[in-house]
């Protein structure tokens, strides 16, 4: 029997250390907007507000708690000693961009936090998860234990949530979690298909670029998931992407593609094997789903790799809205950008469920590269399920207020680079999270509370 199911989105608040350290080579906004100075207030208000956005329209919302940084265990397993000021000093004077990774809040992006599959998938009935290892990119690696204990504090309930350690560390496996995943489905709590998408196949050693981006998912790590998720191989599509959008600045599926329920809206050259992917995936949907899949194709014509990177146009979330319309959650660059918004009013008005589009303005996060559908993680939970998550974690007024509160009182207006080697920054970002805690009810998630 099919259960009411919703799907959650659950956002990372953005850390007290948000910078932009240009960690990420292959995402252009990072790049571009490395060493500039950052708004760490307004970078979390502007993420609570979205989430505000989308408990308003009717959504379950929920958030997960930024990690501690900087992670002073790393910077002392690398060398630097002596008390916690002295090894941000040290760090400062021999290797900044190491102190930046050290610092990144970048567990704001929690589409990388993990891969989820939903009960009526899997083969035991229960909601598996996996943290992503995020091997790709050091800053991004340090995330991976932090997130297992986090999600595992959210998703308590082990007769119901089924937690998988993050994939063996090694670029053989390099896994980026729900950012190259997508599901869909006829409704939430039925049978779907998911798509997992990598850039390229460890194992084969000539694969045609990307040339001079790296392409942070490997297939090995897309089919390992598929397994340990117990998925049916009929549920399941693999799909890679094509080389040339990653060397264009698509470093994460969700910049050139994105689905919801039985709606997939891509562009063109997302693939390495084009419209087969498209085609492979329709057939699989309508034999598990029963039902047609609604693809929306965008061609370089409508909207170029470079305007779809620029804008972030595909880095939308696309929701079901209680009434059964979808939403398109857009970034505010795409009202902005002519073709962008022309495209939007046209899909709004077009022969498909989405009937209204919503801008959001994050700035202080798509500077880093990350849109409306990097900051959420979504899990599809029948009602059941949704019961037994942490309940303090879902948004709802009273706590959008509170967290509107905590940000004020804690963050800072601004962080440049030297910012990085203040040590007050450490006990300011701890005193935060430490109320945090008290505010969302989880206890001693951060290890500074152990000691
Ligand atoms: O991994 N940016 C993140 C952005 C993640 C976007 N996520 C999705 N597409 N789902 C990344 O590249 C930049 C940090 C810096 O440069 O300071 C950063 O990590």
Same mark, same amino acid.
């Given at each position: 029997?099919?259960?009411?199911?919703?799907?959650?989105?659950?956002?990372?608040?953005?850390?007290?250390?948000?910078?932009?350290?240009?960690?990420?080579?292959?995402?252009?906004?990072?790049?571009?907007?490395?060493?500039?100075?950052?708004?760490?207030?307004?970078?979390?208000?502007?993420?609570?507000?979205?989430?505000?956005?989308?408990c308003?329209?009717?959504?379950?919302?929920?958030?997960?708690?930024?990690?501690?940084?900087?992670?002073?265990?790393?910077?002392?397993?690398?060398?630097?000693h002596?008390?916690?000021?002295k090894?941000?000093?040290?760090?400062?004077?021999?290797?900044?961009?190491?102190?930046?990774?050290?610092?990144s809040?970048?567990?704001?992006?929690?589409?990388?936090?993990?891969?989820?599959?939903?009960?009526?998938?899997?083969?035991?009935?229960?909601?598996?998860?996996?943290?992503?290892?995020?091997?790709?990119?050091?800053?991004?690696?340090?995330?991976?234990?932090?997130?297992?204990?986090?999600?595992?504090?959210?998703?308590?309930?082990?007769?119901?949530?089924?937690?998988?350690?993050?994939?063996?560390?090694?670029?053989?496996?390099?896994?980026?979690?729900?950012?190259?995943?997508?599901?869909?489905?006829?409704?939430?709590?039925?049978?779907?298909?998911?798509?997992?998408?990598?850039?390229?196949?460890?194992? +084969? &050693?000539?694969?045609? $670029?990307p040339?001079?981006?790296? /392409?942070?998912?490997?297939? %090995? *790590?897309? #089919?390992?998931? !598929? @397994?340990?998720?117990?998925?049916?191989?009929?549920?399941?599509?693999?799909?890679?992407?094509?080389?040339?959008?990653?060397?264009?600045?698509?470093?994460?599926?969700?910049?050139?593609?994105?689905?919801?329920?039985n709606?997939?809206?891509?562009?063109?050259?997302?693939?390495?094997?084009?419209?087969?992917?498209?085609?492979?995936?329709?057939?699989?949907?309508?034999?598990?789903?029963?039902?047609?899949?609604?693809?929306?194709?965008?061609?370089?014509?409508?909207?170029?790799?470079?305007?779809?990177?620029?804008?972030?146009?595909?880095?939308?979330?696309? +929701? &079901?809205?209680?009434? $059964?319309?979808?939403?398109?959650? /857009?970034?505010?660059?795409? %009202? *902005?950008? #002519?073709?962008? !918004? @022309?495209?939007?009013?046209?899909?709004?008005?077009?022969?498909?469920?989405?009937?209204?589009?919503?801008?959001?303005?994050?700035?202080?996060?798509?500077?880093?590269?990350?849109g409306?559908?990097?900051?959420?993680?979504?899990?599809?939970?029948?009602?059941?399920?949704?019961?037994?998550?942490?309940?303090?974690?879902?948004?709802?007024?009273?706590?959008?207020?509170?967290?509107?509160?905590?940000?004020?009182?804690?963050?800072?207006?601004?962080?440049?680079?030297?910012?990085?080697?203040?040590?007050?920054?450490?006990?300011?970002?701890?005193?935060?999270?430490?109320?945090?805690?008290?505010?969302l009810?989880?206890?001693?998630?951060y290890?500074?509370?152990?000691?």
């Amino acid at each position: 029997m099919t259960q009411r199911a919703h799907e959650a989105n659950f956002d990372g608040i953005v850390g007290p250390t948000h910078h932009y350290g240009g960690l990420s080579p292959g995402n252009l906004a990072s790049i571009a907007h490395g060493q500039s100075v950052s708004h760490p207030k307004e970078a979390a208000l502007q993420g609570l507000r979205k989430m505000k956005l989308l408990c308003d329209l009717g959504l379950k919302q929920g958030v997960i708690p930024p990690q501690e940084r900087p992670d002073l265990k790393i910077l002392r397993r690398l060398g630097f000693h002596g008390s916690d000021a002295k090894v941000l000093e040290q760090a400062h004077k021999k290797d900044p961009a190491l102190l930046a990774a050290c610092w990144s809040a970048s567990s704001m992006w929690t589409a990388n936090a993990a891969t989820v599959s939903p009960s009526a998938d899997t083969a035991d009935g229960k909601v598996h998860i996996t943290p992503a290892n995020l091997v790709s990119l050091f800053h991004r690696s340090i995330e991976a234990e932090s997130t297992a204990r986090f999600l595992k504090a959210i998703f308590r309930d082990e007769s119901v949530f089924c937690h998988h350690p993050p994939l063996p560390a090694s670029l053989f496996f390099a896994d980026e979690g729900a950012a190259n995943h997508t599901r869909l489905c006829r409704s939430y709590g039925e049978p779907g298909v998911e798509l997992f998408i990598y850039g390229r196949e460890d194992r +084969v &050693s000539s694969q045609n $670029g990307p040339h001079d981006h790296p /392409a942070r998912q490997t297939r %090995e *790590a897309s #089919e390992a998931i !598929g @397994r340990t998720h117990q998925l049916a191989p009929e549920r399941i599509v693999l799909a890679r992407q094509n080389p040339e959008a990653i060397d264009q600045g698509v470093f994460h599926h969700d910049v050139i593609a994105v689905g919801n329920a039985n709606v997939f809206l891509h562009h063109t050259e997302a693939y390495a094997e084009g419209q087969k992917v498209i085609d492979g995936l329709r057939g699989k949907y309508e034999q598990v789903c029963r039902d047609d899949l609604k693809t929306i194709e965008i061609r370089p014509e409508q909207l170029s790799l470079g305007e779809a990177v620029r804008t972030y146009f595909f880095n939308s979330q696309l +929701v &079901s809205l209680p009434d $059964g319309d979808m939403a398109f959650i /857009a970034p505010s660059e795409c %009202e *902005a950008d #002519e073709r962008a !918004g @022309r495209l939007i009013e046209e899909i709004v008005l077009g022969d498909n469920p989405i009937r209204e589009a919503h801008f959001i303005g994050i700035r202080q996060s798509m500077k880093n590269g990350g849109g409306p559908a990097c900051l959420r993680l979504r899990v599809a939970l029948t009602e059941a399920e949704l019961e037994r998550v942490h309940q303090p974690v879902l948004m709802t007024d009273r706590l959008y207020e509170e967290l509107r509160r905590w940000v004020e009182r804690n963050y800072r207006d601004r962080l440049g680079p030297d910012d990085l080697a203040d040590s007050d920054l450490i006990g300011e970002s701890r005193a935060a999270l430490d109320e945090l805690t008290q505010i969302l009810r989880l206890e001693s998630i951060y290890p500074f509370q152990g000691e």
